[in-house]
């Protein structure tokens, strides 16, 4: 049982270019979510999704999308990356009673 | 969007010692919980409130959740080296949106 899985784990970007992150959990959960941790500050949720097939915006969903075509796969892409999307990424999964479970995080730059 | 403070900002306490910290919120909240973070890993689910005025333990963690709903409290009691972490409180109304804390910084000198 792995839990919430991330790939990759680190990443550099030029600006402009696109990337997209895997987020992956075997718990069977109806939530997924992207949020972003920036220094000194809490984490900013981005996008979730309440099942399959469904996404919906968070706080900063700004220059990101998402996809969740599969229950256990939230996808979070950058079409053009910006040197203010240097951040460290965490998935989170959570079931019903809402207690999140996150992944290790990606730690992505843009030069 | 919403700001939780959490306070303070940072502690430094010798080992043995009990530690308080704290989240307010300017809205109502019907969840909070409590997350630890290690250096370079995800948050880690310490525990969860889900009723105003509940007093949760875990091990040597005790939470509560405000009477107000407006804030809730960890203490950690017997501090030891392996609770050095940074502590956040995040807080819902809606069950999809969690809101966190900007963090509590804990050192413990052994």
């Known amino acids: 049982n792995a839990g919430v899985t991330q790939t990759p784990k680190f990443r550099v970007l030029k600006t402009g270019q696109s990337m997209t992150l895997l987020c992956a959990q075997d718990?069977?959960?109806?939530?997924m979510y992207w949020y972003r941790q920036d220094p000194g500050m809490g984490l900013r949720l981005i996008h979730y999704?309440?099942?399959?097939?469904?996404?919906a915006k968070g706080e900063v969903p700004d220059g990101y999308n998402v996809s969740r075509l599969k229950k256990q796969n939230f996808l979070l892409g950058l079409e053009s990356a910006a040197p203010s999307q240097t951040s460290v990424y965490f998935c989170?999964?959570?079931?019903?009673?809402?207690?999140?479970?996150f992944g290790p995080g990606t730690r992505l730059t843009v030069l | 969007g919403q700001q939780l403070n959490q306070s303070p900002q940072s502690m430094f306490i010798q080992e043995g010692e009990d530690v308080s910290m704290n989240c307010t919120s300017s809205s109502i909240f019907n969840t909070w919980l409590w997350y630890k973070q290690d250096p370079g890993e995800g948050p880690v689910l310490l525990i969860a409130?889900?009723?105003?005025?509940e007093l949760t333990s875990n091990g040597r963690l005790t939470a509560q959740f405000g009477i107000t709903r407006k804030d809730s409290f960890l203490n950690i009691s017997a501090s030891i080296p392996s609770d050095v972490g940074i502590y956040f409180c995040?807080?819902?109304?809606?069950?999809?949106?969690?809101?966190f804390g900007t963090g509590t910084s804990l050192t413990v000198i052994p």
């Open positions: 409130l889900y009723k105003a005025g």
């Open positions: 718990m069977n959960h109806e939530y």
């Open positions: 999704s309440v099942g399959e097939g469904t996404t």
């Open positions: 989170a999964s959570s079931d019903r009673l809402n207690e999140q479970f």
């Open positions: 995040a807080g819902s109304n809606t069950g999809n949106q969690f809101y």
